[in-house]
């Protein structure tokens, strides 16, 4: 039977490749909450909405 070895740590560094993964969660964060954008009045807000951030 073949035996699969699973690299964690793809980076040769444990913080790194934890960095790296947790990348996307980061921006996608960032993107609903803090980013801040116009509304069509003008207005600024922060957020934009869900499936914005998510494309």
Do not use: C, R, W
């Not at 740590?9 to 913080?15: A, E, Y």
């Not at 947790?22 to 609903?32: F, G, Q, S």
């Amino acid at each position: 039977m073949l035996k699969y070895y699973q690299n964690y740590d793809p980076l040769g560094n444990v913080f790194l490749s934890t960095l790296m993964a947790a990348l996307p969660i980061i921006v996608l964060l960032y993107l609903l909450a803090l980013h801040p954008h116009k509304t069509k009045d003008g207005h600024k807000e922060l957020g934009i909405f869900a499936p914005y951030a998510a494309i």
